[in-house]
C-alpha cells in the first residue's frame, strides 16, 4: 500500500520561507526512482493547481508561473522524498499542498499539508 505523507507546512509570515517534505511508503525503490513526483495546490475558493514536478529522468520543472524564481522542487531517492523549497511567500501562495506521484499505471495523492501565508 503506497502511502505519501506530507509535512512542513505551517503559518508563515509574507517574505519567509517554508520547506515541505512529501515521504513515500511502500514504495519499491526502483519504482520510486522512475515515478513522475509532483507538489500541486488548492487555495481557498481555487481550483487545484499543478506547481511543480519532477521527473524520473532528474528534470524539474516549475509549471506555476507565479512561483518561478521562488519555489524549488527536488528529491531524494534514496529517502524516497520529495520536497519543495518555498522562499519568498506571498499571501497568494496561502493553499493546500498536495504530493502526487505517478506510476504507471498507477498514481497516489497525499492528504495534504496546509501552508498559511499571513502577518
Known amino acids: 500500500q503506497v502511502q505519501l505523507v506530507e509535512s512542513g507546512g505551517g503559518l508563515v509570515q509574507p517574505g519567509g520561507s517554508l520547506r515541505l517534505s512529501c515521504a513515500a511508503s511502500g514504495f519499491a525503490f526502483n519504482r520510486y526512482v522512475m515515478a513522475g513526483l509532483s507538489w500541486y495546490r488548492q487555495g481557498p475558493g481555487k481550483e487545484r493547481e499543478l506547481v511543480a514536478t519532477?521527473?524520473?529522468?532528474?528534470?524539474?520543472?516549475i509549471t506555476a508561473d507565479s512561483v518561478k524564481g521562488r519555489f524549488t522542487i527536488s528529491r531524494d531517492n534514496a529517502k524516497k522524498t520529495l520536497y519543495l523549497q518555498m522562499n519568498n511567500l506571498k499571501p497568494e501562495d496561502t493553499a493546500v499542498y498536495y504530493c502526487?506521484?505517478?506510476?504507471?499505471?498507477?498514481?497516489?495523492w497525499g492528504q495534504g499539508t496546509q501552508v498559511t501565508v499571513s502577518s
Open positions: 519532477s521527473t524520473s529522468a532528474g528534470g524539474a520543472t
Open positions: 502526487h506521484a505517478v506510476s504507471y499505471p498507477n498514481n497516489f
